[in-house]
């Protein structure tokens, strides 16, 4: 590992500070710092469902109810708690911006909660959230490789297929380009924990982005959540 490669994994290693809030008498999400200076927004859709929000999305004959509440409640965390309220919008590909700012964004959905990461740059990052119920196991070896397993030997976690899953679609997001095989371009190299966060150096080896990405996972209310906000090291 190059010094700058170290500085980085070391820089990962610091605790974040978590902070509560409180609005309109409703105990709304938990959200905290990461460690470049952005920072993650955690919650259930209904509780973000419950924040009053000035824009609304709108009823569509090809999209569902439940996706509805889930673009609903994506805005109305950013409404509330990124400055000047700024409106989601969707690329072609489905990647999520904000709106006139110069700030990134990933949002990420299990079927009753929601994760949202903002980065103080308009540059890729990622974020994925899964309830640790789901069992993925006889899906592995589709996208994962022994010896990304053994990574995880000495990892506290009894989920680790899906670990693995939050982590390369975490990475997915991250590089945002097309023609991606979670197996063979999404590597996990090395996986340290940390008290209940779990640290992990990757390594993108798509045909047209190459270089080391590193991850964070940590446990919340029962789901598994995996972020990744630095810029990809060539």
């Not at 949202?116 to 069992?135: H, M, T, Y």
């Not at 990475?171 to 063979?184: A, E, H, R, Y």
């Not at 446990?219 to 810029?231: A, L, M, Q």
């Amino acid at each position: 590992m190059s010094v700058t490669s170290l500085i980085r994994f070391l820089k990962f290693r610091a605790k974040v500070a978590f902070a509560f809030y409180k609005k309109s008498n409703i105990n709304i999400l938990k959200r905290f710092n990461t460690t470049s200076g952005g920072f993650i927004l955690l919650s259930s859709l209904a509780e973000a469902l419950n924040l009053d929000s000035i824009i609304k999305i709108n009823d569509a004959a090809d999209v569902s109810a439940h996706r509805i509440n889930q673009l609903q409640a994506s805005q109305n965390l950013v409404t509330h708690f990124v400055e000047k309220s700024p409106t989601i919008r969707h690329e072609l590909n489905g990647k999520p911006f904000l709106d006139q700012t110069n700030l990134g964004i990933s949002i990420s959905h299990s079927s009753t909660h929601i994760a949202v990461l903002i980065i103080q740059k308009a540059a890729s990052c990622g974020i994925d959230i899964e309830s640790n119920e789901r069992q993925i196991t006889r899906l592995a070896k589709k996208f994962t490789t022994p010896k990304e397993l053994s990574a995880l030997e000495k990892i506290d976690s009894h989920n680790k297929p899906l670990l693995l899953w939050t982590l390369k679609e975490c990475l997915f997001k991250t590089i945002n380009t097309s023609g991606v095989d979670f197996k063979s371009h999404l590597n996990l190299i090395s996986a340290t924990q940390e008290n209940e966060e779990i640290l992990a150096v990757c390594e993108i080896n798509h045909p047209s982005i190459k270089g080391r990405l590193f991850t964070k996972s940590f446990i919340f209310d029962n789901h598994i959540v995996t972020y990744c906000d630095t810029p990809l090291e060539k």
